[in-house]
């Protein structure tokens, strides 16, 4: 209970109490915060603003010294440095758990990818760094010290073309473990044409970000577009970032699987990655799926990747020649 000033029967702050305090603010209370008197909560919101900075610092902090030790090191020919951020955790689609992401692009030599595929296990298989470590334990290990969490929560991303691996601590095992990841991700790409275009011609660093982040808000709106259907179907927007779109669907039919008796909940991101002015969307697709009947949506949704595979192949193909349209559309001629 958290005393209310003038309150008579408020009992006295204890250890109990200021468990409460602590346990009431890491629920989504605001509404019963702002009740409070407004010194008690400005106090309780600066306190957690305070944090919420501090963890960004941390973030950024983190994401140069990674930058730095991969620059310097000799993994600097084999991989590029590609992000560092907190993402949803695969099994935490209903829970919103996060954890670290530390996202590398191998440096394909060539398109293949049964080629490159090779290339990159055979460095994974022969690599020894210092003391004897092997290239998996080397990159998550470099990820753990950096930022110090705990090991359940990091994981490292290693996208090879269109494949991603990922490298996560197995909390039975107690081992670390090397895995392609499609099970619950579909990884695809589609050039989206010069930055330049989205905007007129540029000719400097200000004018490119801004072309840049136009060429983000066409992504946003047409995920939005794409989406959009009548209750009960809803769409939520990713956080904007100059870079990124994305788009959580759910309450829809018939977008992935062809039987209306399946409720479909989707999970699109778009990474757009600027090289030599040339711009890919690198999209990022998962489906989640429940039966039902009228329209009451599911109690659940259920992961049925190895069975719907090919329908989410197909639809994830679809949406991209949508989004280069789309996008084609409303740049300059």
């Given amino acids: 209970m958290i ?55 941390d973030l950024e902090d983190n994401r140069r010294s990674l930058r730095s030790w991969l ?60 003391l004897g470590r092997s290239l998996v334990e ?27 691996y990922s490298i996560t601590f197995d909390p039975e095992s107690r081992e670390l473990v090397l895995q392609l990841d499609p099970d619950r991700m579909l990884r695809r790409s589609i050039d989206l044409g010069a930055v330049d275009t989205v905007g007129g011609q540029v000719g400097g660093t200000a004018e490119l970000a801004g072309a840049q982040q136009q060429l983000t808000e066409h992504v946003r709106s047409f995920l939005t577009d794409y989406f959009s259907a009548p209750p009960p179907a809803r769409v939520t927007p990713s956080l904007p970032e100059p870079d990124f779109a994305g788009v959580r669907v759910e309450g829809i039919r018939s977008r992935v699987l062809a039987e209306e008796s399946y409720w479909e909940k989707l999970h699109v991101s778009v990474d757009l ?21 009228g329209n009451r949506l599911p109690a659940d949704y259920y992961d049925r990747e190895v069975e719907f595979r090919e329908e989410l192949e197909r639809f994830t193909e679809g949406m991209l020649a949508a989004m280069q349209q789309y996008v084609g559309s409303r740049s300059p001629r």
């Avoid at 008690?40 to 919101?45: A, P, Q, S, V």
């Avoid at 090191?73 to 954890?99: N, Y």
């Fill in 273 to 293: 990655k600027n090289s030599q002015g040339s711009t890919r969307a690198v999209c990022h697709v998962s489906g989640e799926y429940g039966a039902g009947f």
């Fill in 3 to 57: 005393p209310v000033p003038g309150d008579s029967t408020a009992a006295k702050p204890t250890e109990n109490a200021t468990r409460s305090i602590r346990y009431e603010l890491a629920r989504p209370t605001m509404p019963i915060l702002m009740r409070r008197t407004g010194r008690f909560t400005f106090m309780i919101l600066a306190a957690w603003m305070c944090i919420a900075a501090a963890r960004a610092d």
């Fill in 138 to 164: 080397r990159l998550f290990y470099r990820l753990l010290q950096e930022t110090a969490q705990r090991r359940a929560d990091v994981a490292v991303y290693v996208f090879v073309l269109e494949r991603t």
């Fill in 71 to 130: 620059a310097s090191s000799d993994l600097a020919e084999e991989f590029d440095f590609a992000k560092l951020r907190r993402v949803r955790r695969p099994d935490g689609f209903e829970t919103g758990a996060q954890w670290l992401q530390w996202e590398l692009r191998f440096k394909a030599e060539g398109t293949r990818f049964e080629e490159e595929d090779e290339r990159f296990m055979s460095l994974v298989r022969d690599h020894r760094g210092a």
